[in-house]
């Protein structure tokens, strides 16, 4: 597979538009599931991906919806089982492709994007080594995040109370190891500055030590459910 490949992942019956990175000597996998209303071409995943290509993980931006589905919007986008079964469905491609395969995978996702994950992780408890979301909505992924056992970072901003609310009360009812890091006076897209930059810096260090069995420094993460942002 070249360093870079747009391609098609035949996933649930469809075809889905993908962009594939793998950089040389790749020691993990991140797949990413964007939120409703973005598409895999989002600044922010991509800032995000082209990061963690840089520090050697290799990347799949995948758009859930075929360009058909998308362009009729509708409930489509927050059909959290849809969106989590096609997820699921390219981590399962993923595990069929030379260069992928024997990578040790995680699934990054943001907003509506992150329910998918945690549906998919907990569908692929073999396969998803560890799950990072960003201003993610852990709450619509409903019962299935108590068969979540990948260890999962919640990310959010200090300034998106509504979401850190949601996440603070989710946290709990995950199986696995759960930690919140709460970026302080960023808001739900990450748009202030230097925030996106702590999302990437956070992100890289879970995928580090749960991917690669590198040393992650605890210190602004909260335990499963308890404490106020920092």
């Known amino acids: 597979?070249?360093?870079?490949?747009?391609?098609?992942?035949?996933?649930?019956?469809?075809r889905l538009d993908a962009?594939?990175?793998?950089?040389?000597?790749?020691?993990?996998?991140?797949?990413?599931?964007?939120?409703?209303?973005?598409?895999?071409?989002?600044?922010?995943?991509?800032m995000v991906a082209g990061r963690l290509n840089g520090v050697g993980f290799a990347t799949v931006l995948t758009d859930l919806l075929t360009s058909a589905e998308d362009a009729h919007g509708g409930d489509l986008?927050?059909?959290?089982?849809?969106?989590?079964?096609?997820?699921?469905a390219v981590v399962d491609w993923a595990g069929t492709q030379p260069d992928l395969a024997a990578l040790p995978l995680g699934l990054?996702?943001?907003s509506t994007?992150?329910?998918a994950a945690l549906l998919a992780a907990a569908d692929r408890p073999e396969r998803v080594r560890a799950v990072v979301s960003r201003g993610g909505r852990p709450d619509l992924a409903g019962e299935a995040v108590r068969s979540v056992t990948a260890p999962t970072l919640l990310i959010v901003?200090?300034?998106?109370?509504?979401?850190?609310?949601?996440?603070?009360?989710?946290?709990?009812?995950?199986?696995g190891p759960v930690a919140i890091h709460v970026v302080p006076g960023a808001t739900h897209l990450f748009s202030e500055p230097g925030t996106l930059e702590a999302v990437v810096g956070a992100a890289a260090e879970w995928f580090?030590?749960?991917?690669?069995d590198g040393d992650l420094t605890l210190?602004?993460?909260l335990p499963a459910g308890g404490g106020s942002g920092g």
């Open 1 to 14: 597979m070249p360093y870079d490949t747009p391609t098609c992942v035949d996933a649930a019956g469809v």
């Open 19 to 46: 962009d594939v990175v793998v950089p040389p000597d790749a020691r993990g996998l991140v797949v990413f599931a964007h939120g409703s209303g973005s598409s895999r071409q989002s600044p922010r995943n991509r």
């Open 77 to 88: 986008r927050f059909d959290i089982g849809l969106l989590g079964r096609r997820l699921r």
């Open 108 to 110: 990054f996702g943001a």
């Open 113 to 115: 994007g992150a329910a």
């Open 157 to 175: 901003g200090g300034l998106d109370t509504p979401v850190l609310a949601l996440n603070k009360a989710v946290a709990p009812l995950f199986s």
């Open 208 to 212: 580090d030590r749960y991917l690669t």
């Open 219 to 221: 210190d602004g993460y």
